[in-house]
């Protein structure tokens, strides 16, 4: 009987911790990257994402304009996406999530003045502000 009842608290406690895993992302939270642009998690329910996410990166537009995020998070990392509907373009981010950073790739799609869609690829360090 006491190891049944030791059995049973470890699975509890293993199936608590894959939780707790499961949950990296606060929300709500505030994360802002090395270029001064924005994340704000609102709500990671069901390992849904959302939230908005405010561009003040030096050389793109559509800056300081809060625009939708949604992706998705899990205990492996998270997505996320943004579409700068004034700019004609969105931005997918991927990343893990490493206590209170988040390092990320994007991948910016957009169309160039001559009517040709493009894409730009970077990455960048989001840093928990809250």
Request: net charge positive; glycine share 10%.
């Amino acid at each position: 009987m006491k190891k049944l009842l030791g059995f049973l608290l470890l699975v509890q406690s293993v199936l608590l911790s894959a939780e707790a895993m499961a949950q990296g992302l606060p929300a709500p939270s505030y994360w802002k990257n090395e270029r001064g642009s924005e994340l704000f998690v609102w709500s990671t329910n069901g390992g849904v994402l959302q939230g908005t996410f405010t561009n003040h990166a030096q050389g793109f537009a559509c800056q300081g304009i809060p625009y939708p995020a949604s992706g998705s998070v899990s205990p492996t990392g998270l997505y996320f996406v943004v579409t700068f509907a004034q700019c004609n373009s969105f931005t997918r981010w991927v990343g893990t999530i490493k206590g209170s950073q988040m390092p990320t790739s994007w991948t910016l799609f957009y169309v160039d003045n001559k009517g040709k869609p493009r894409k730009l690829k970077g990455a960048d360090i989001f840093r928990r502000v809250w």
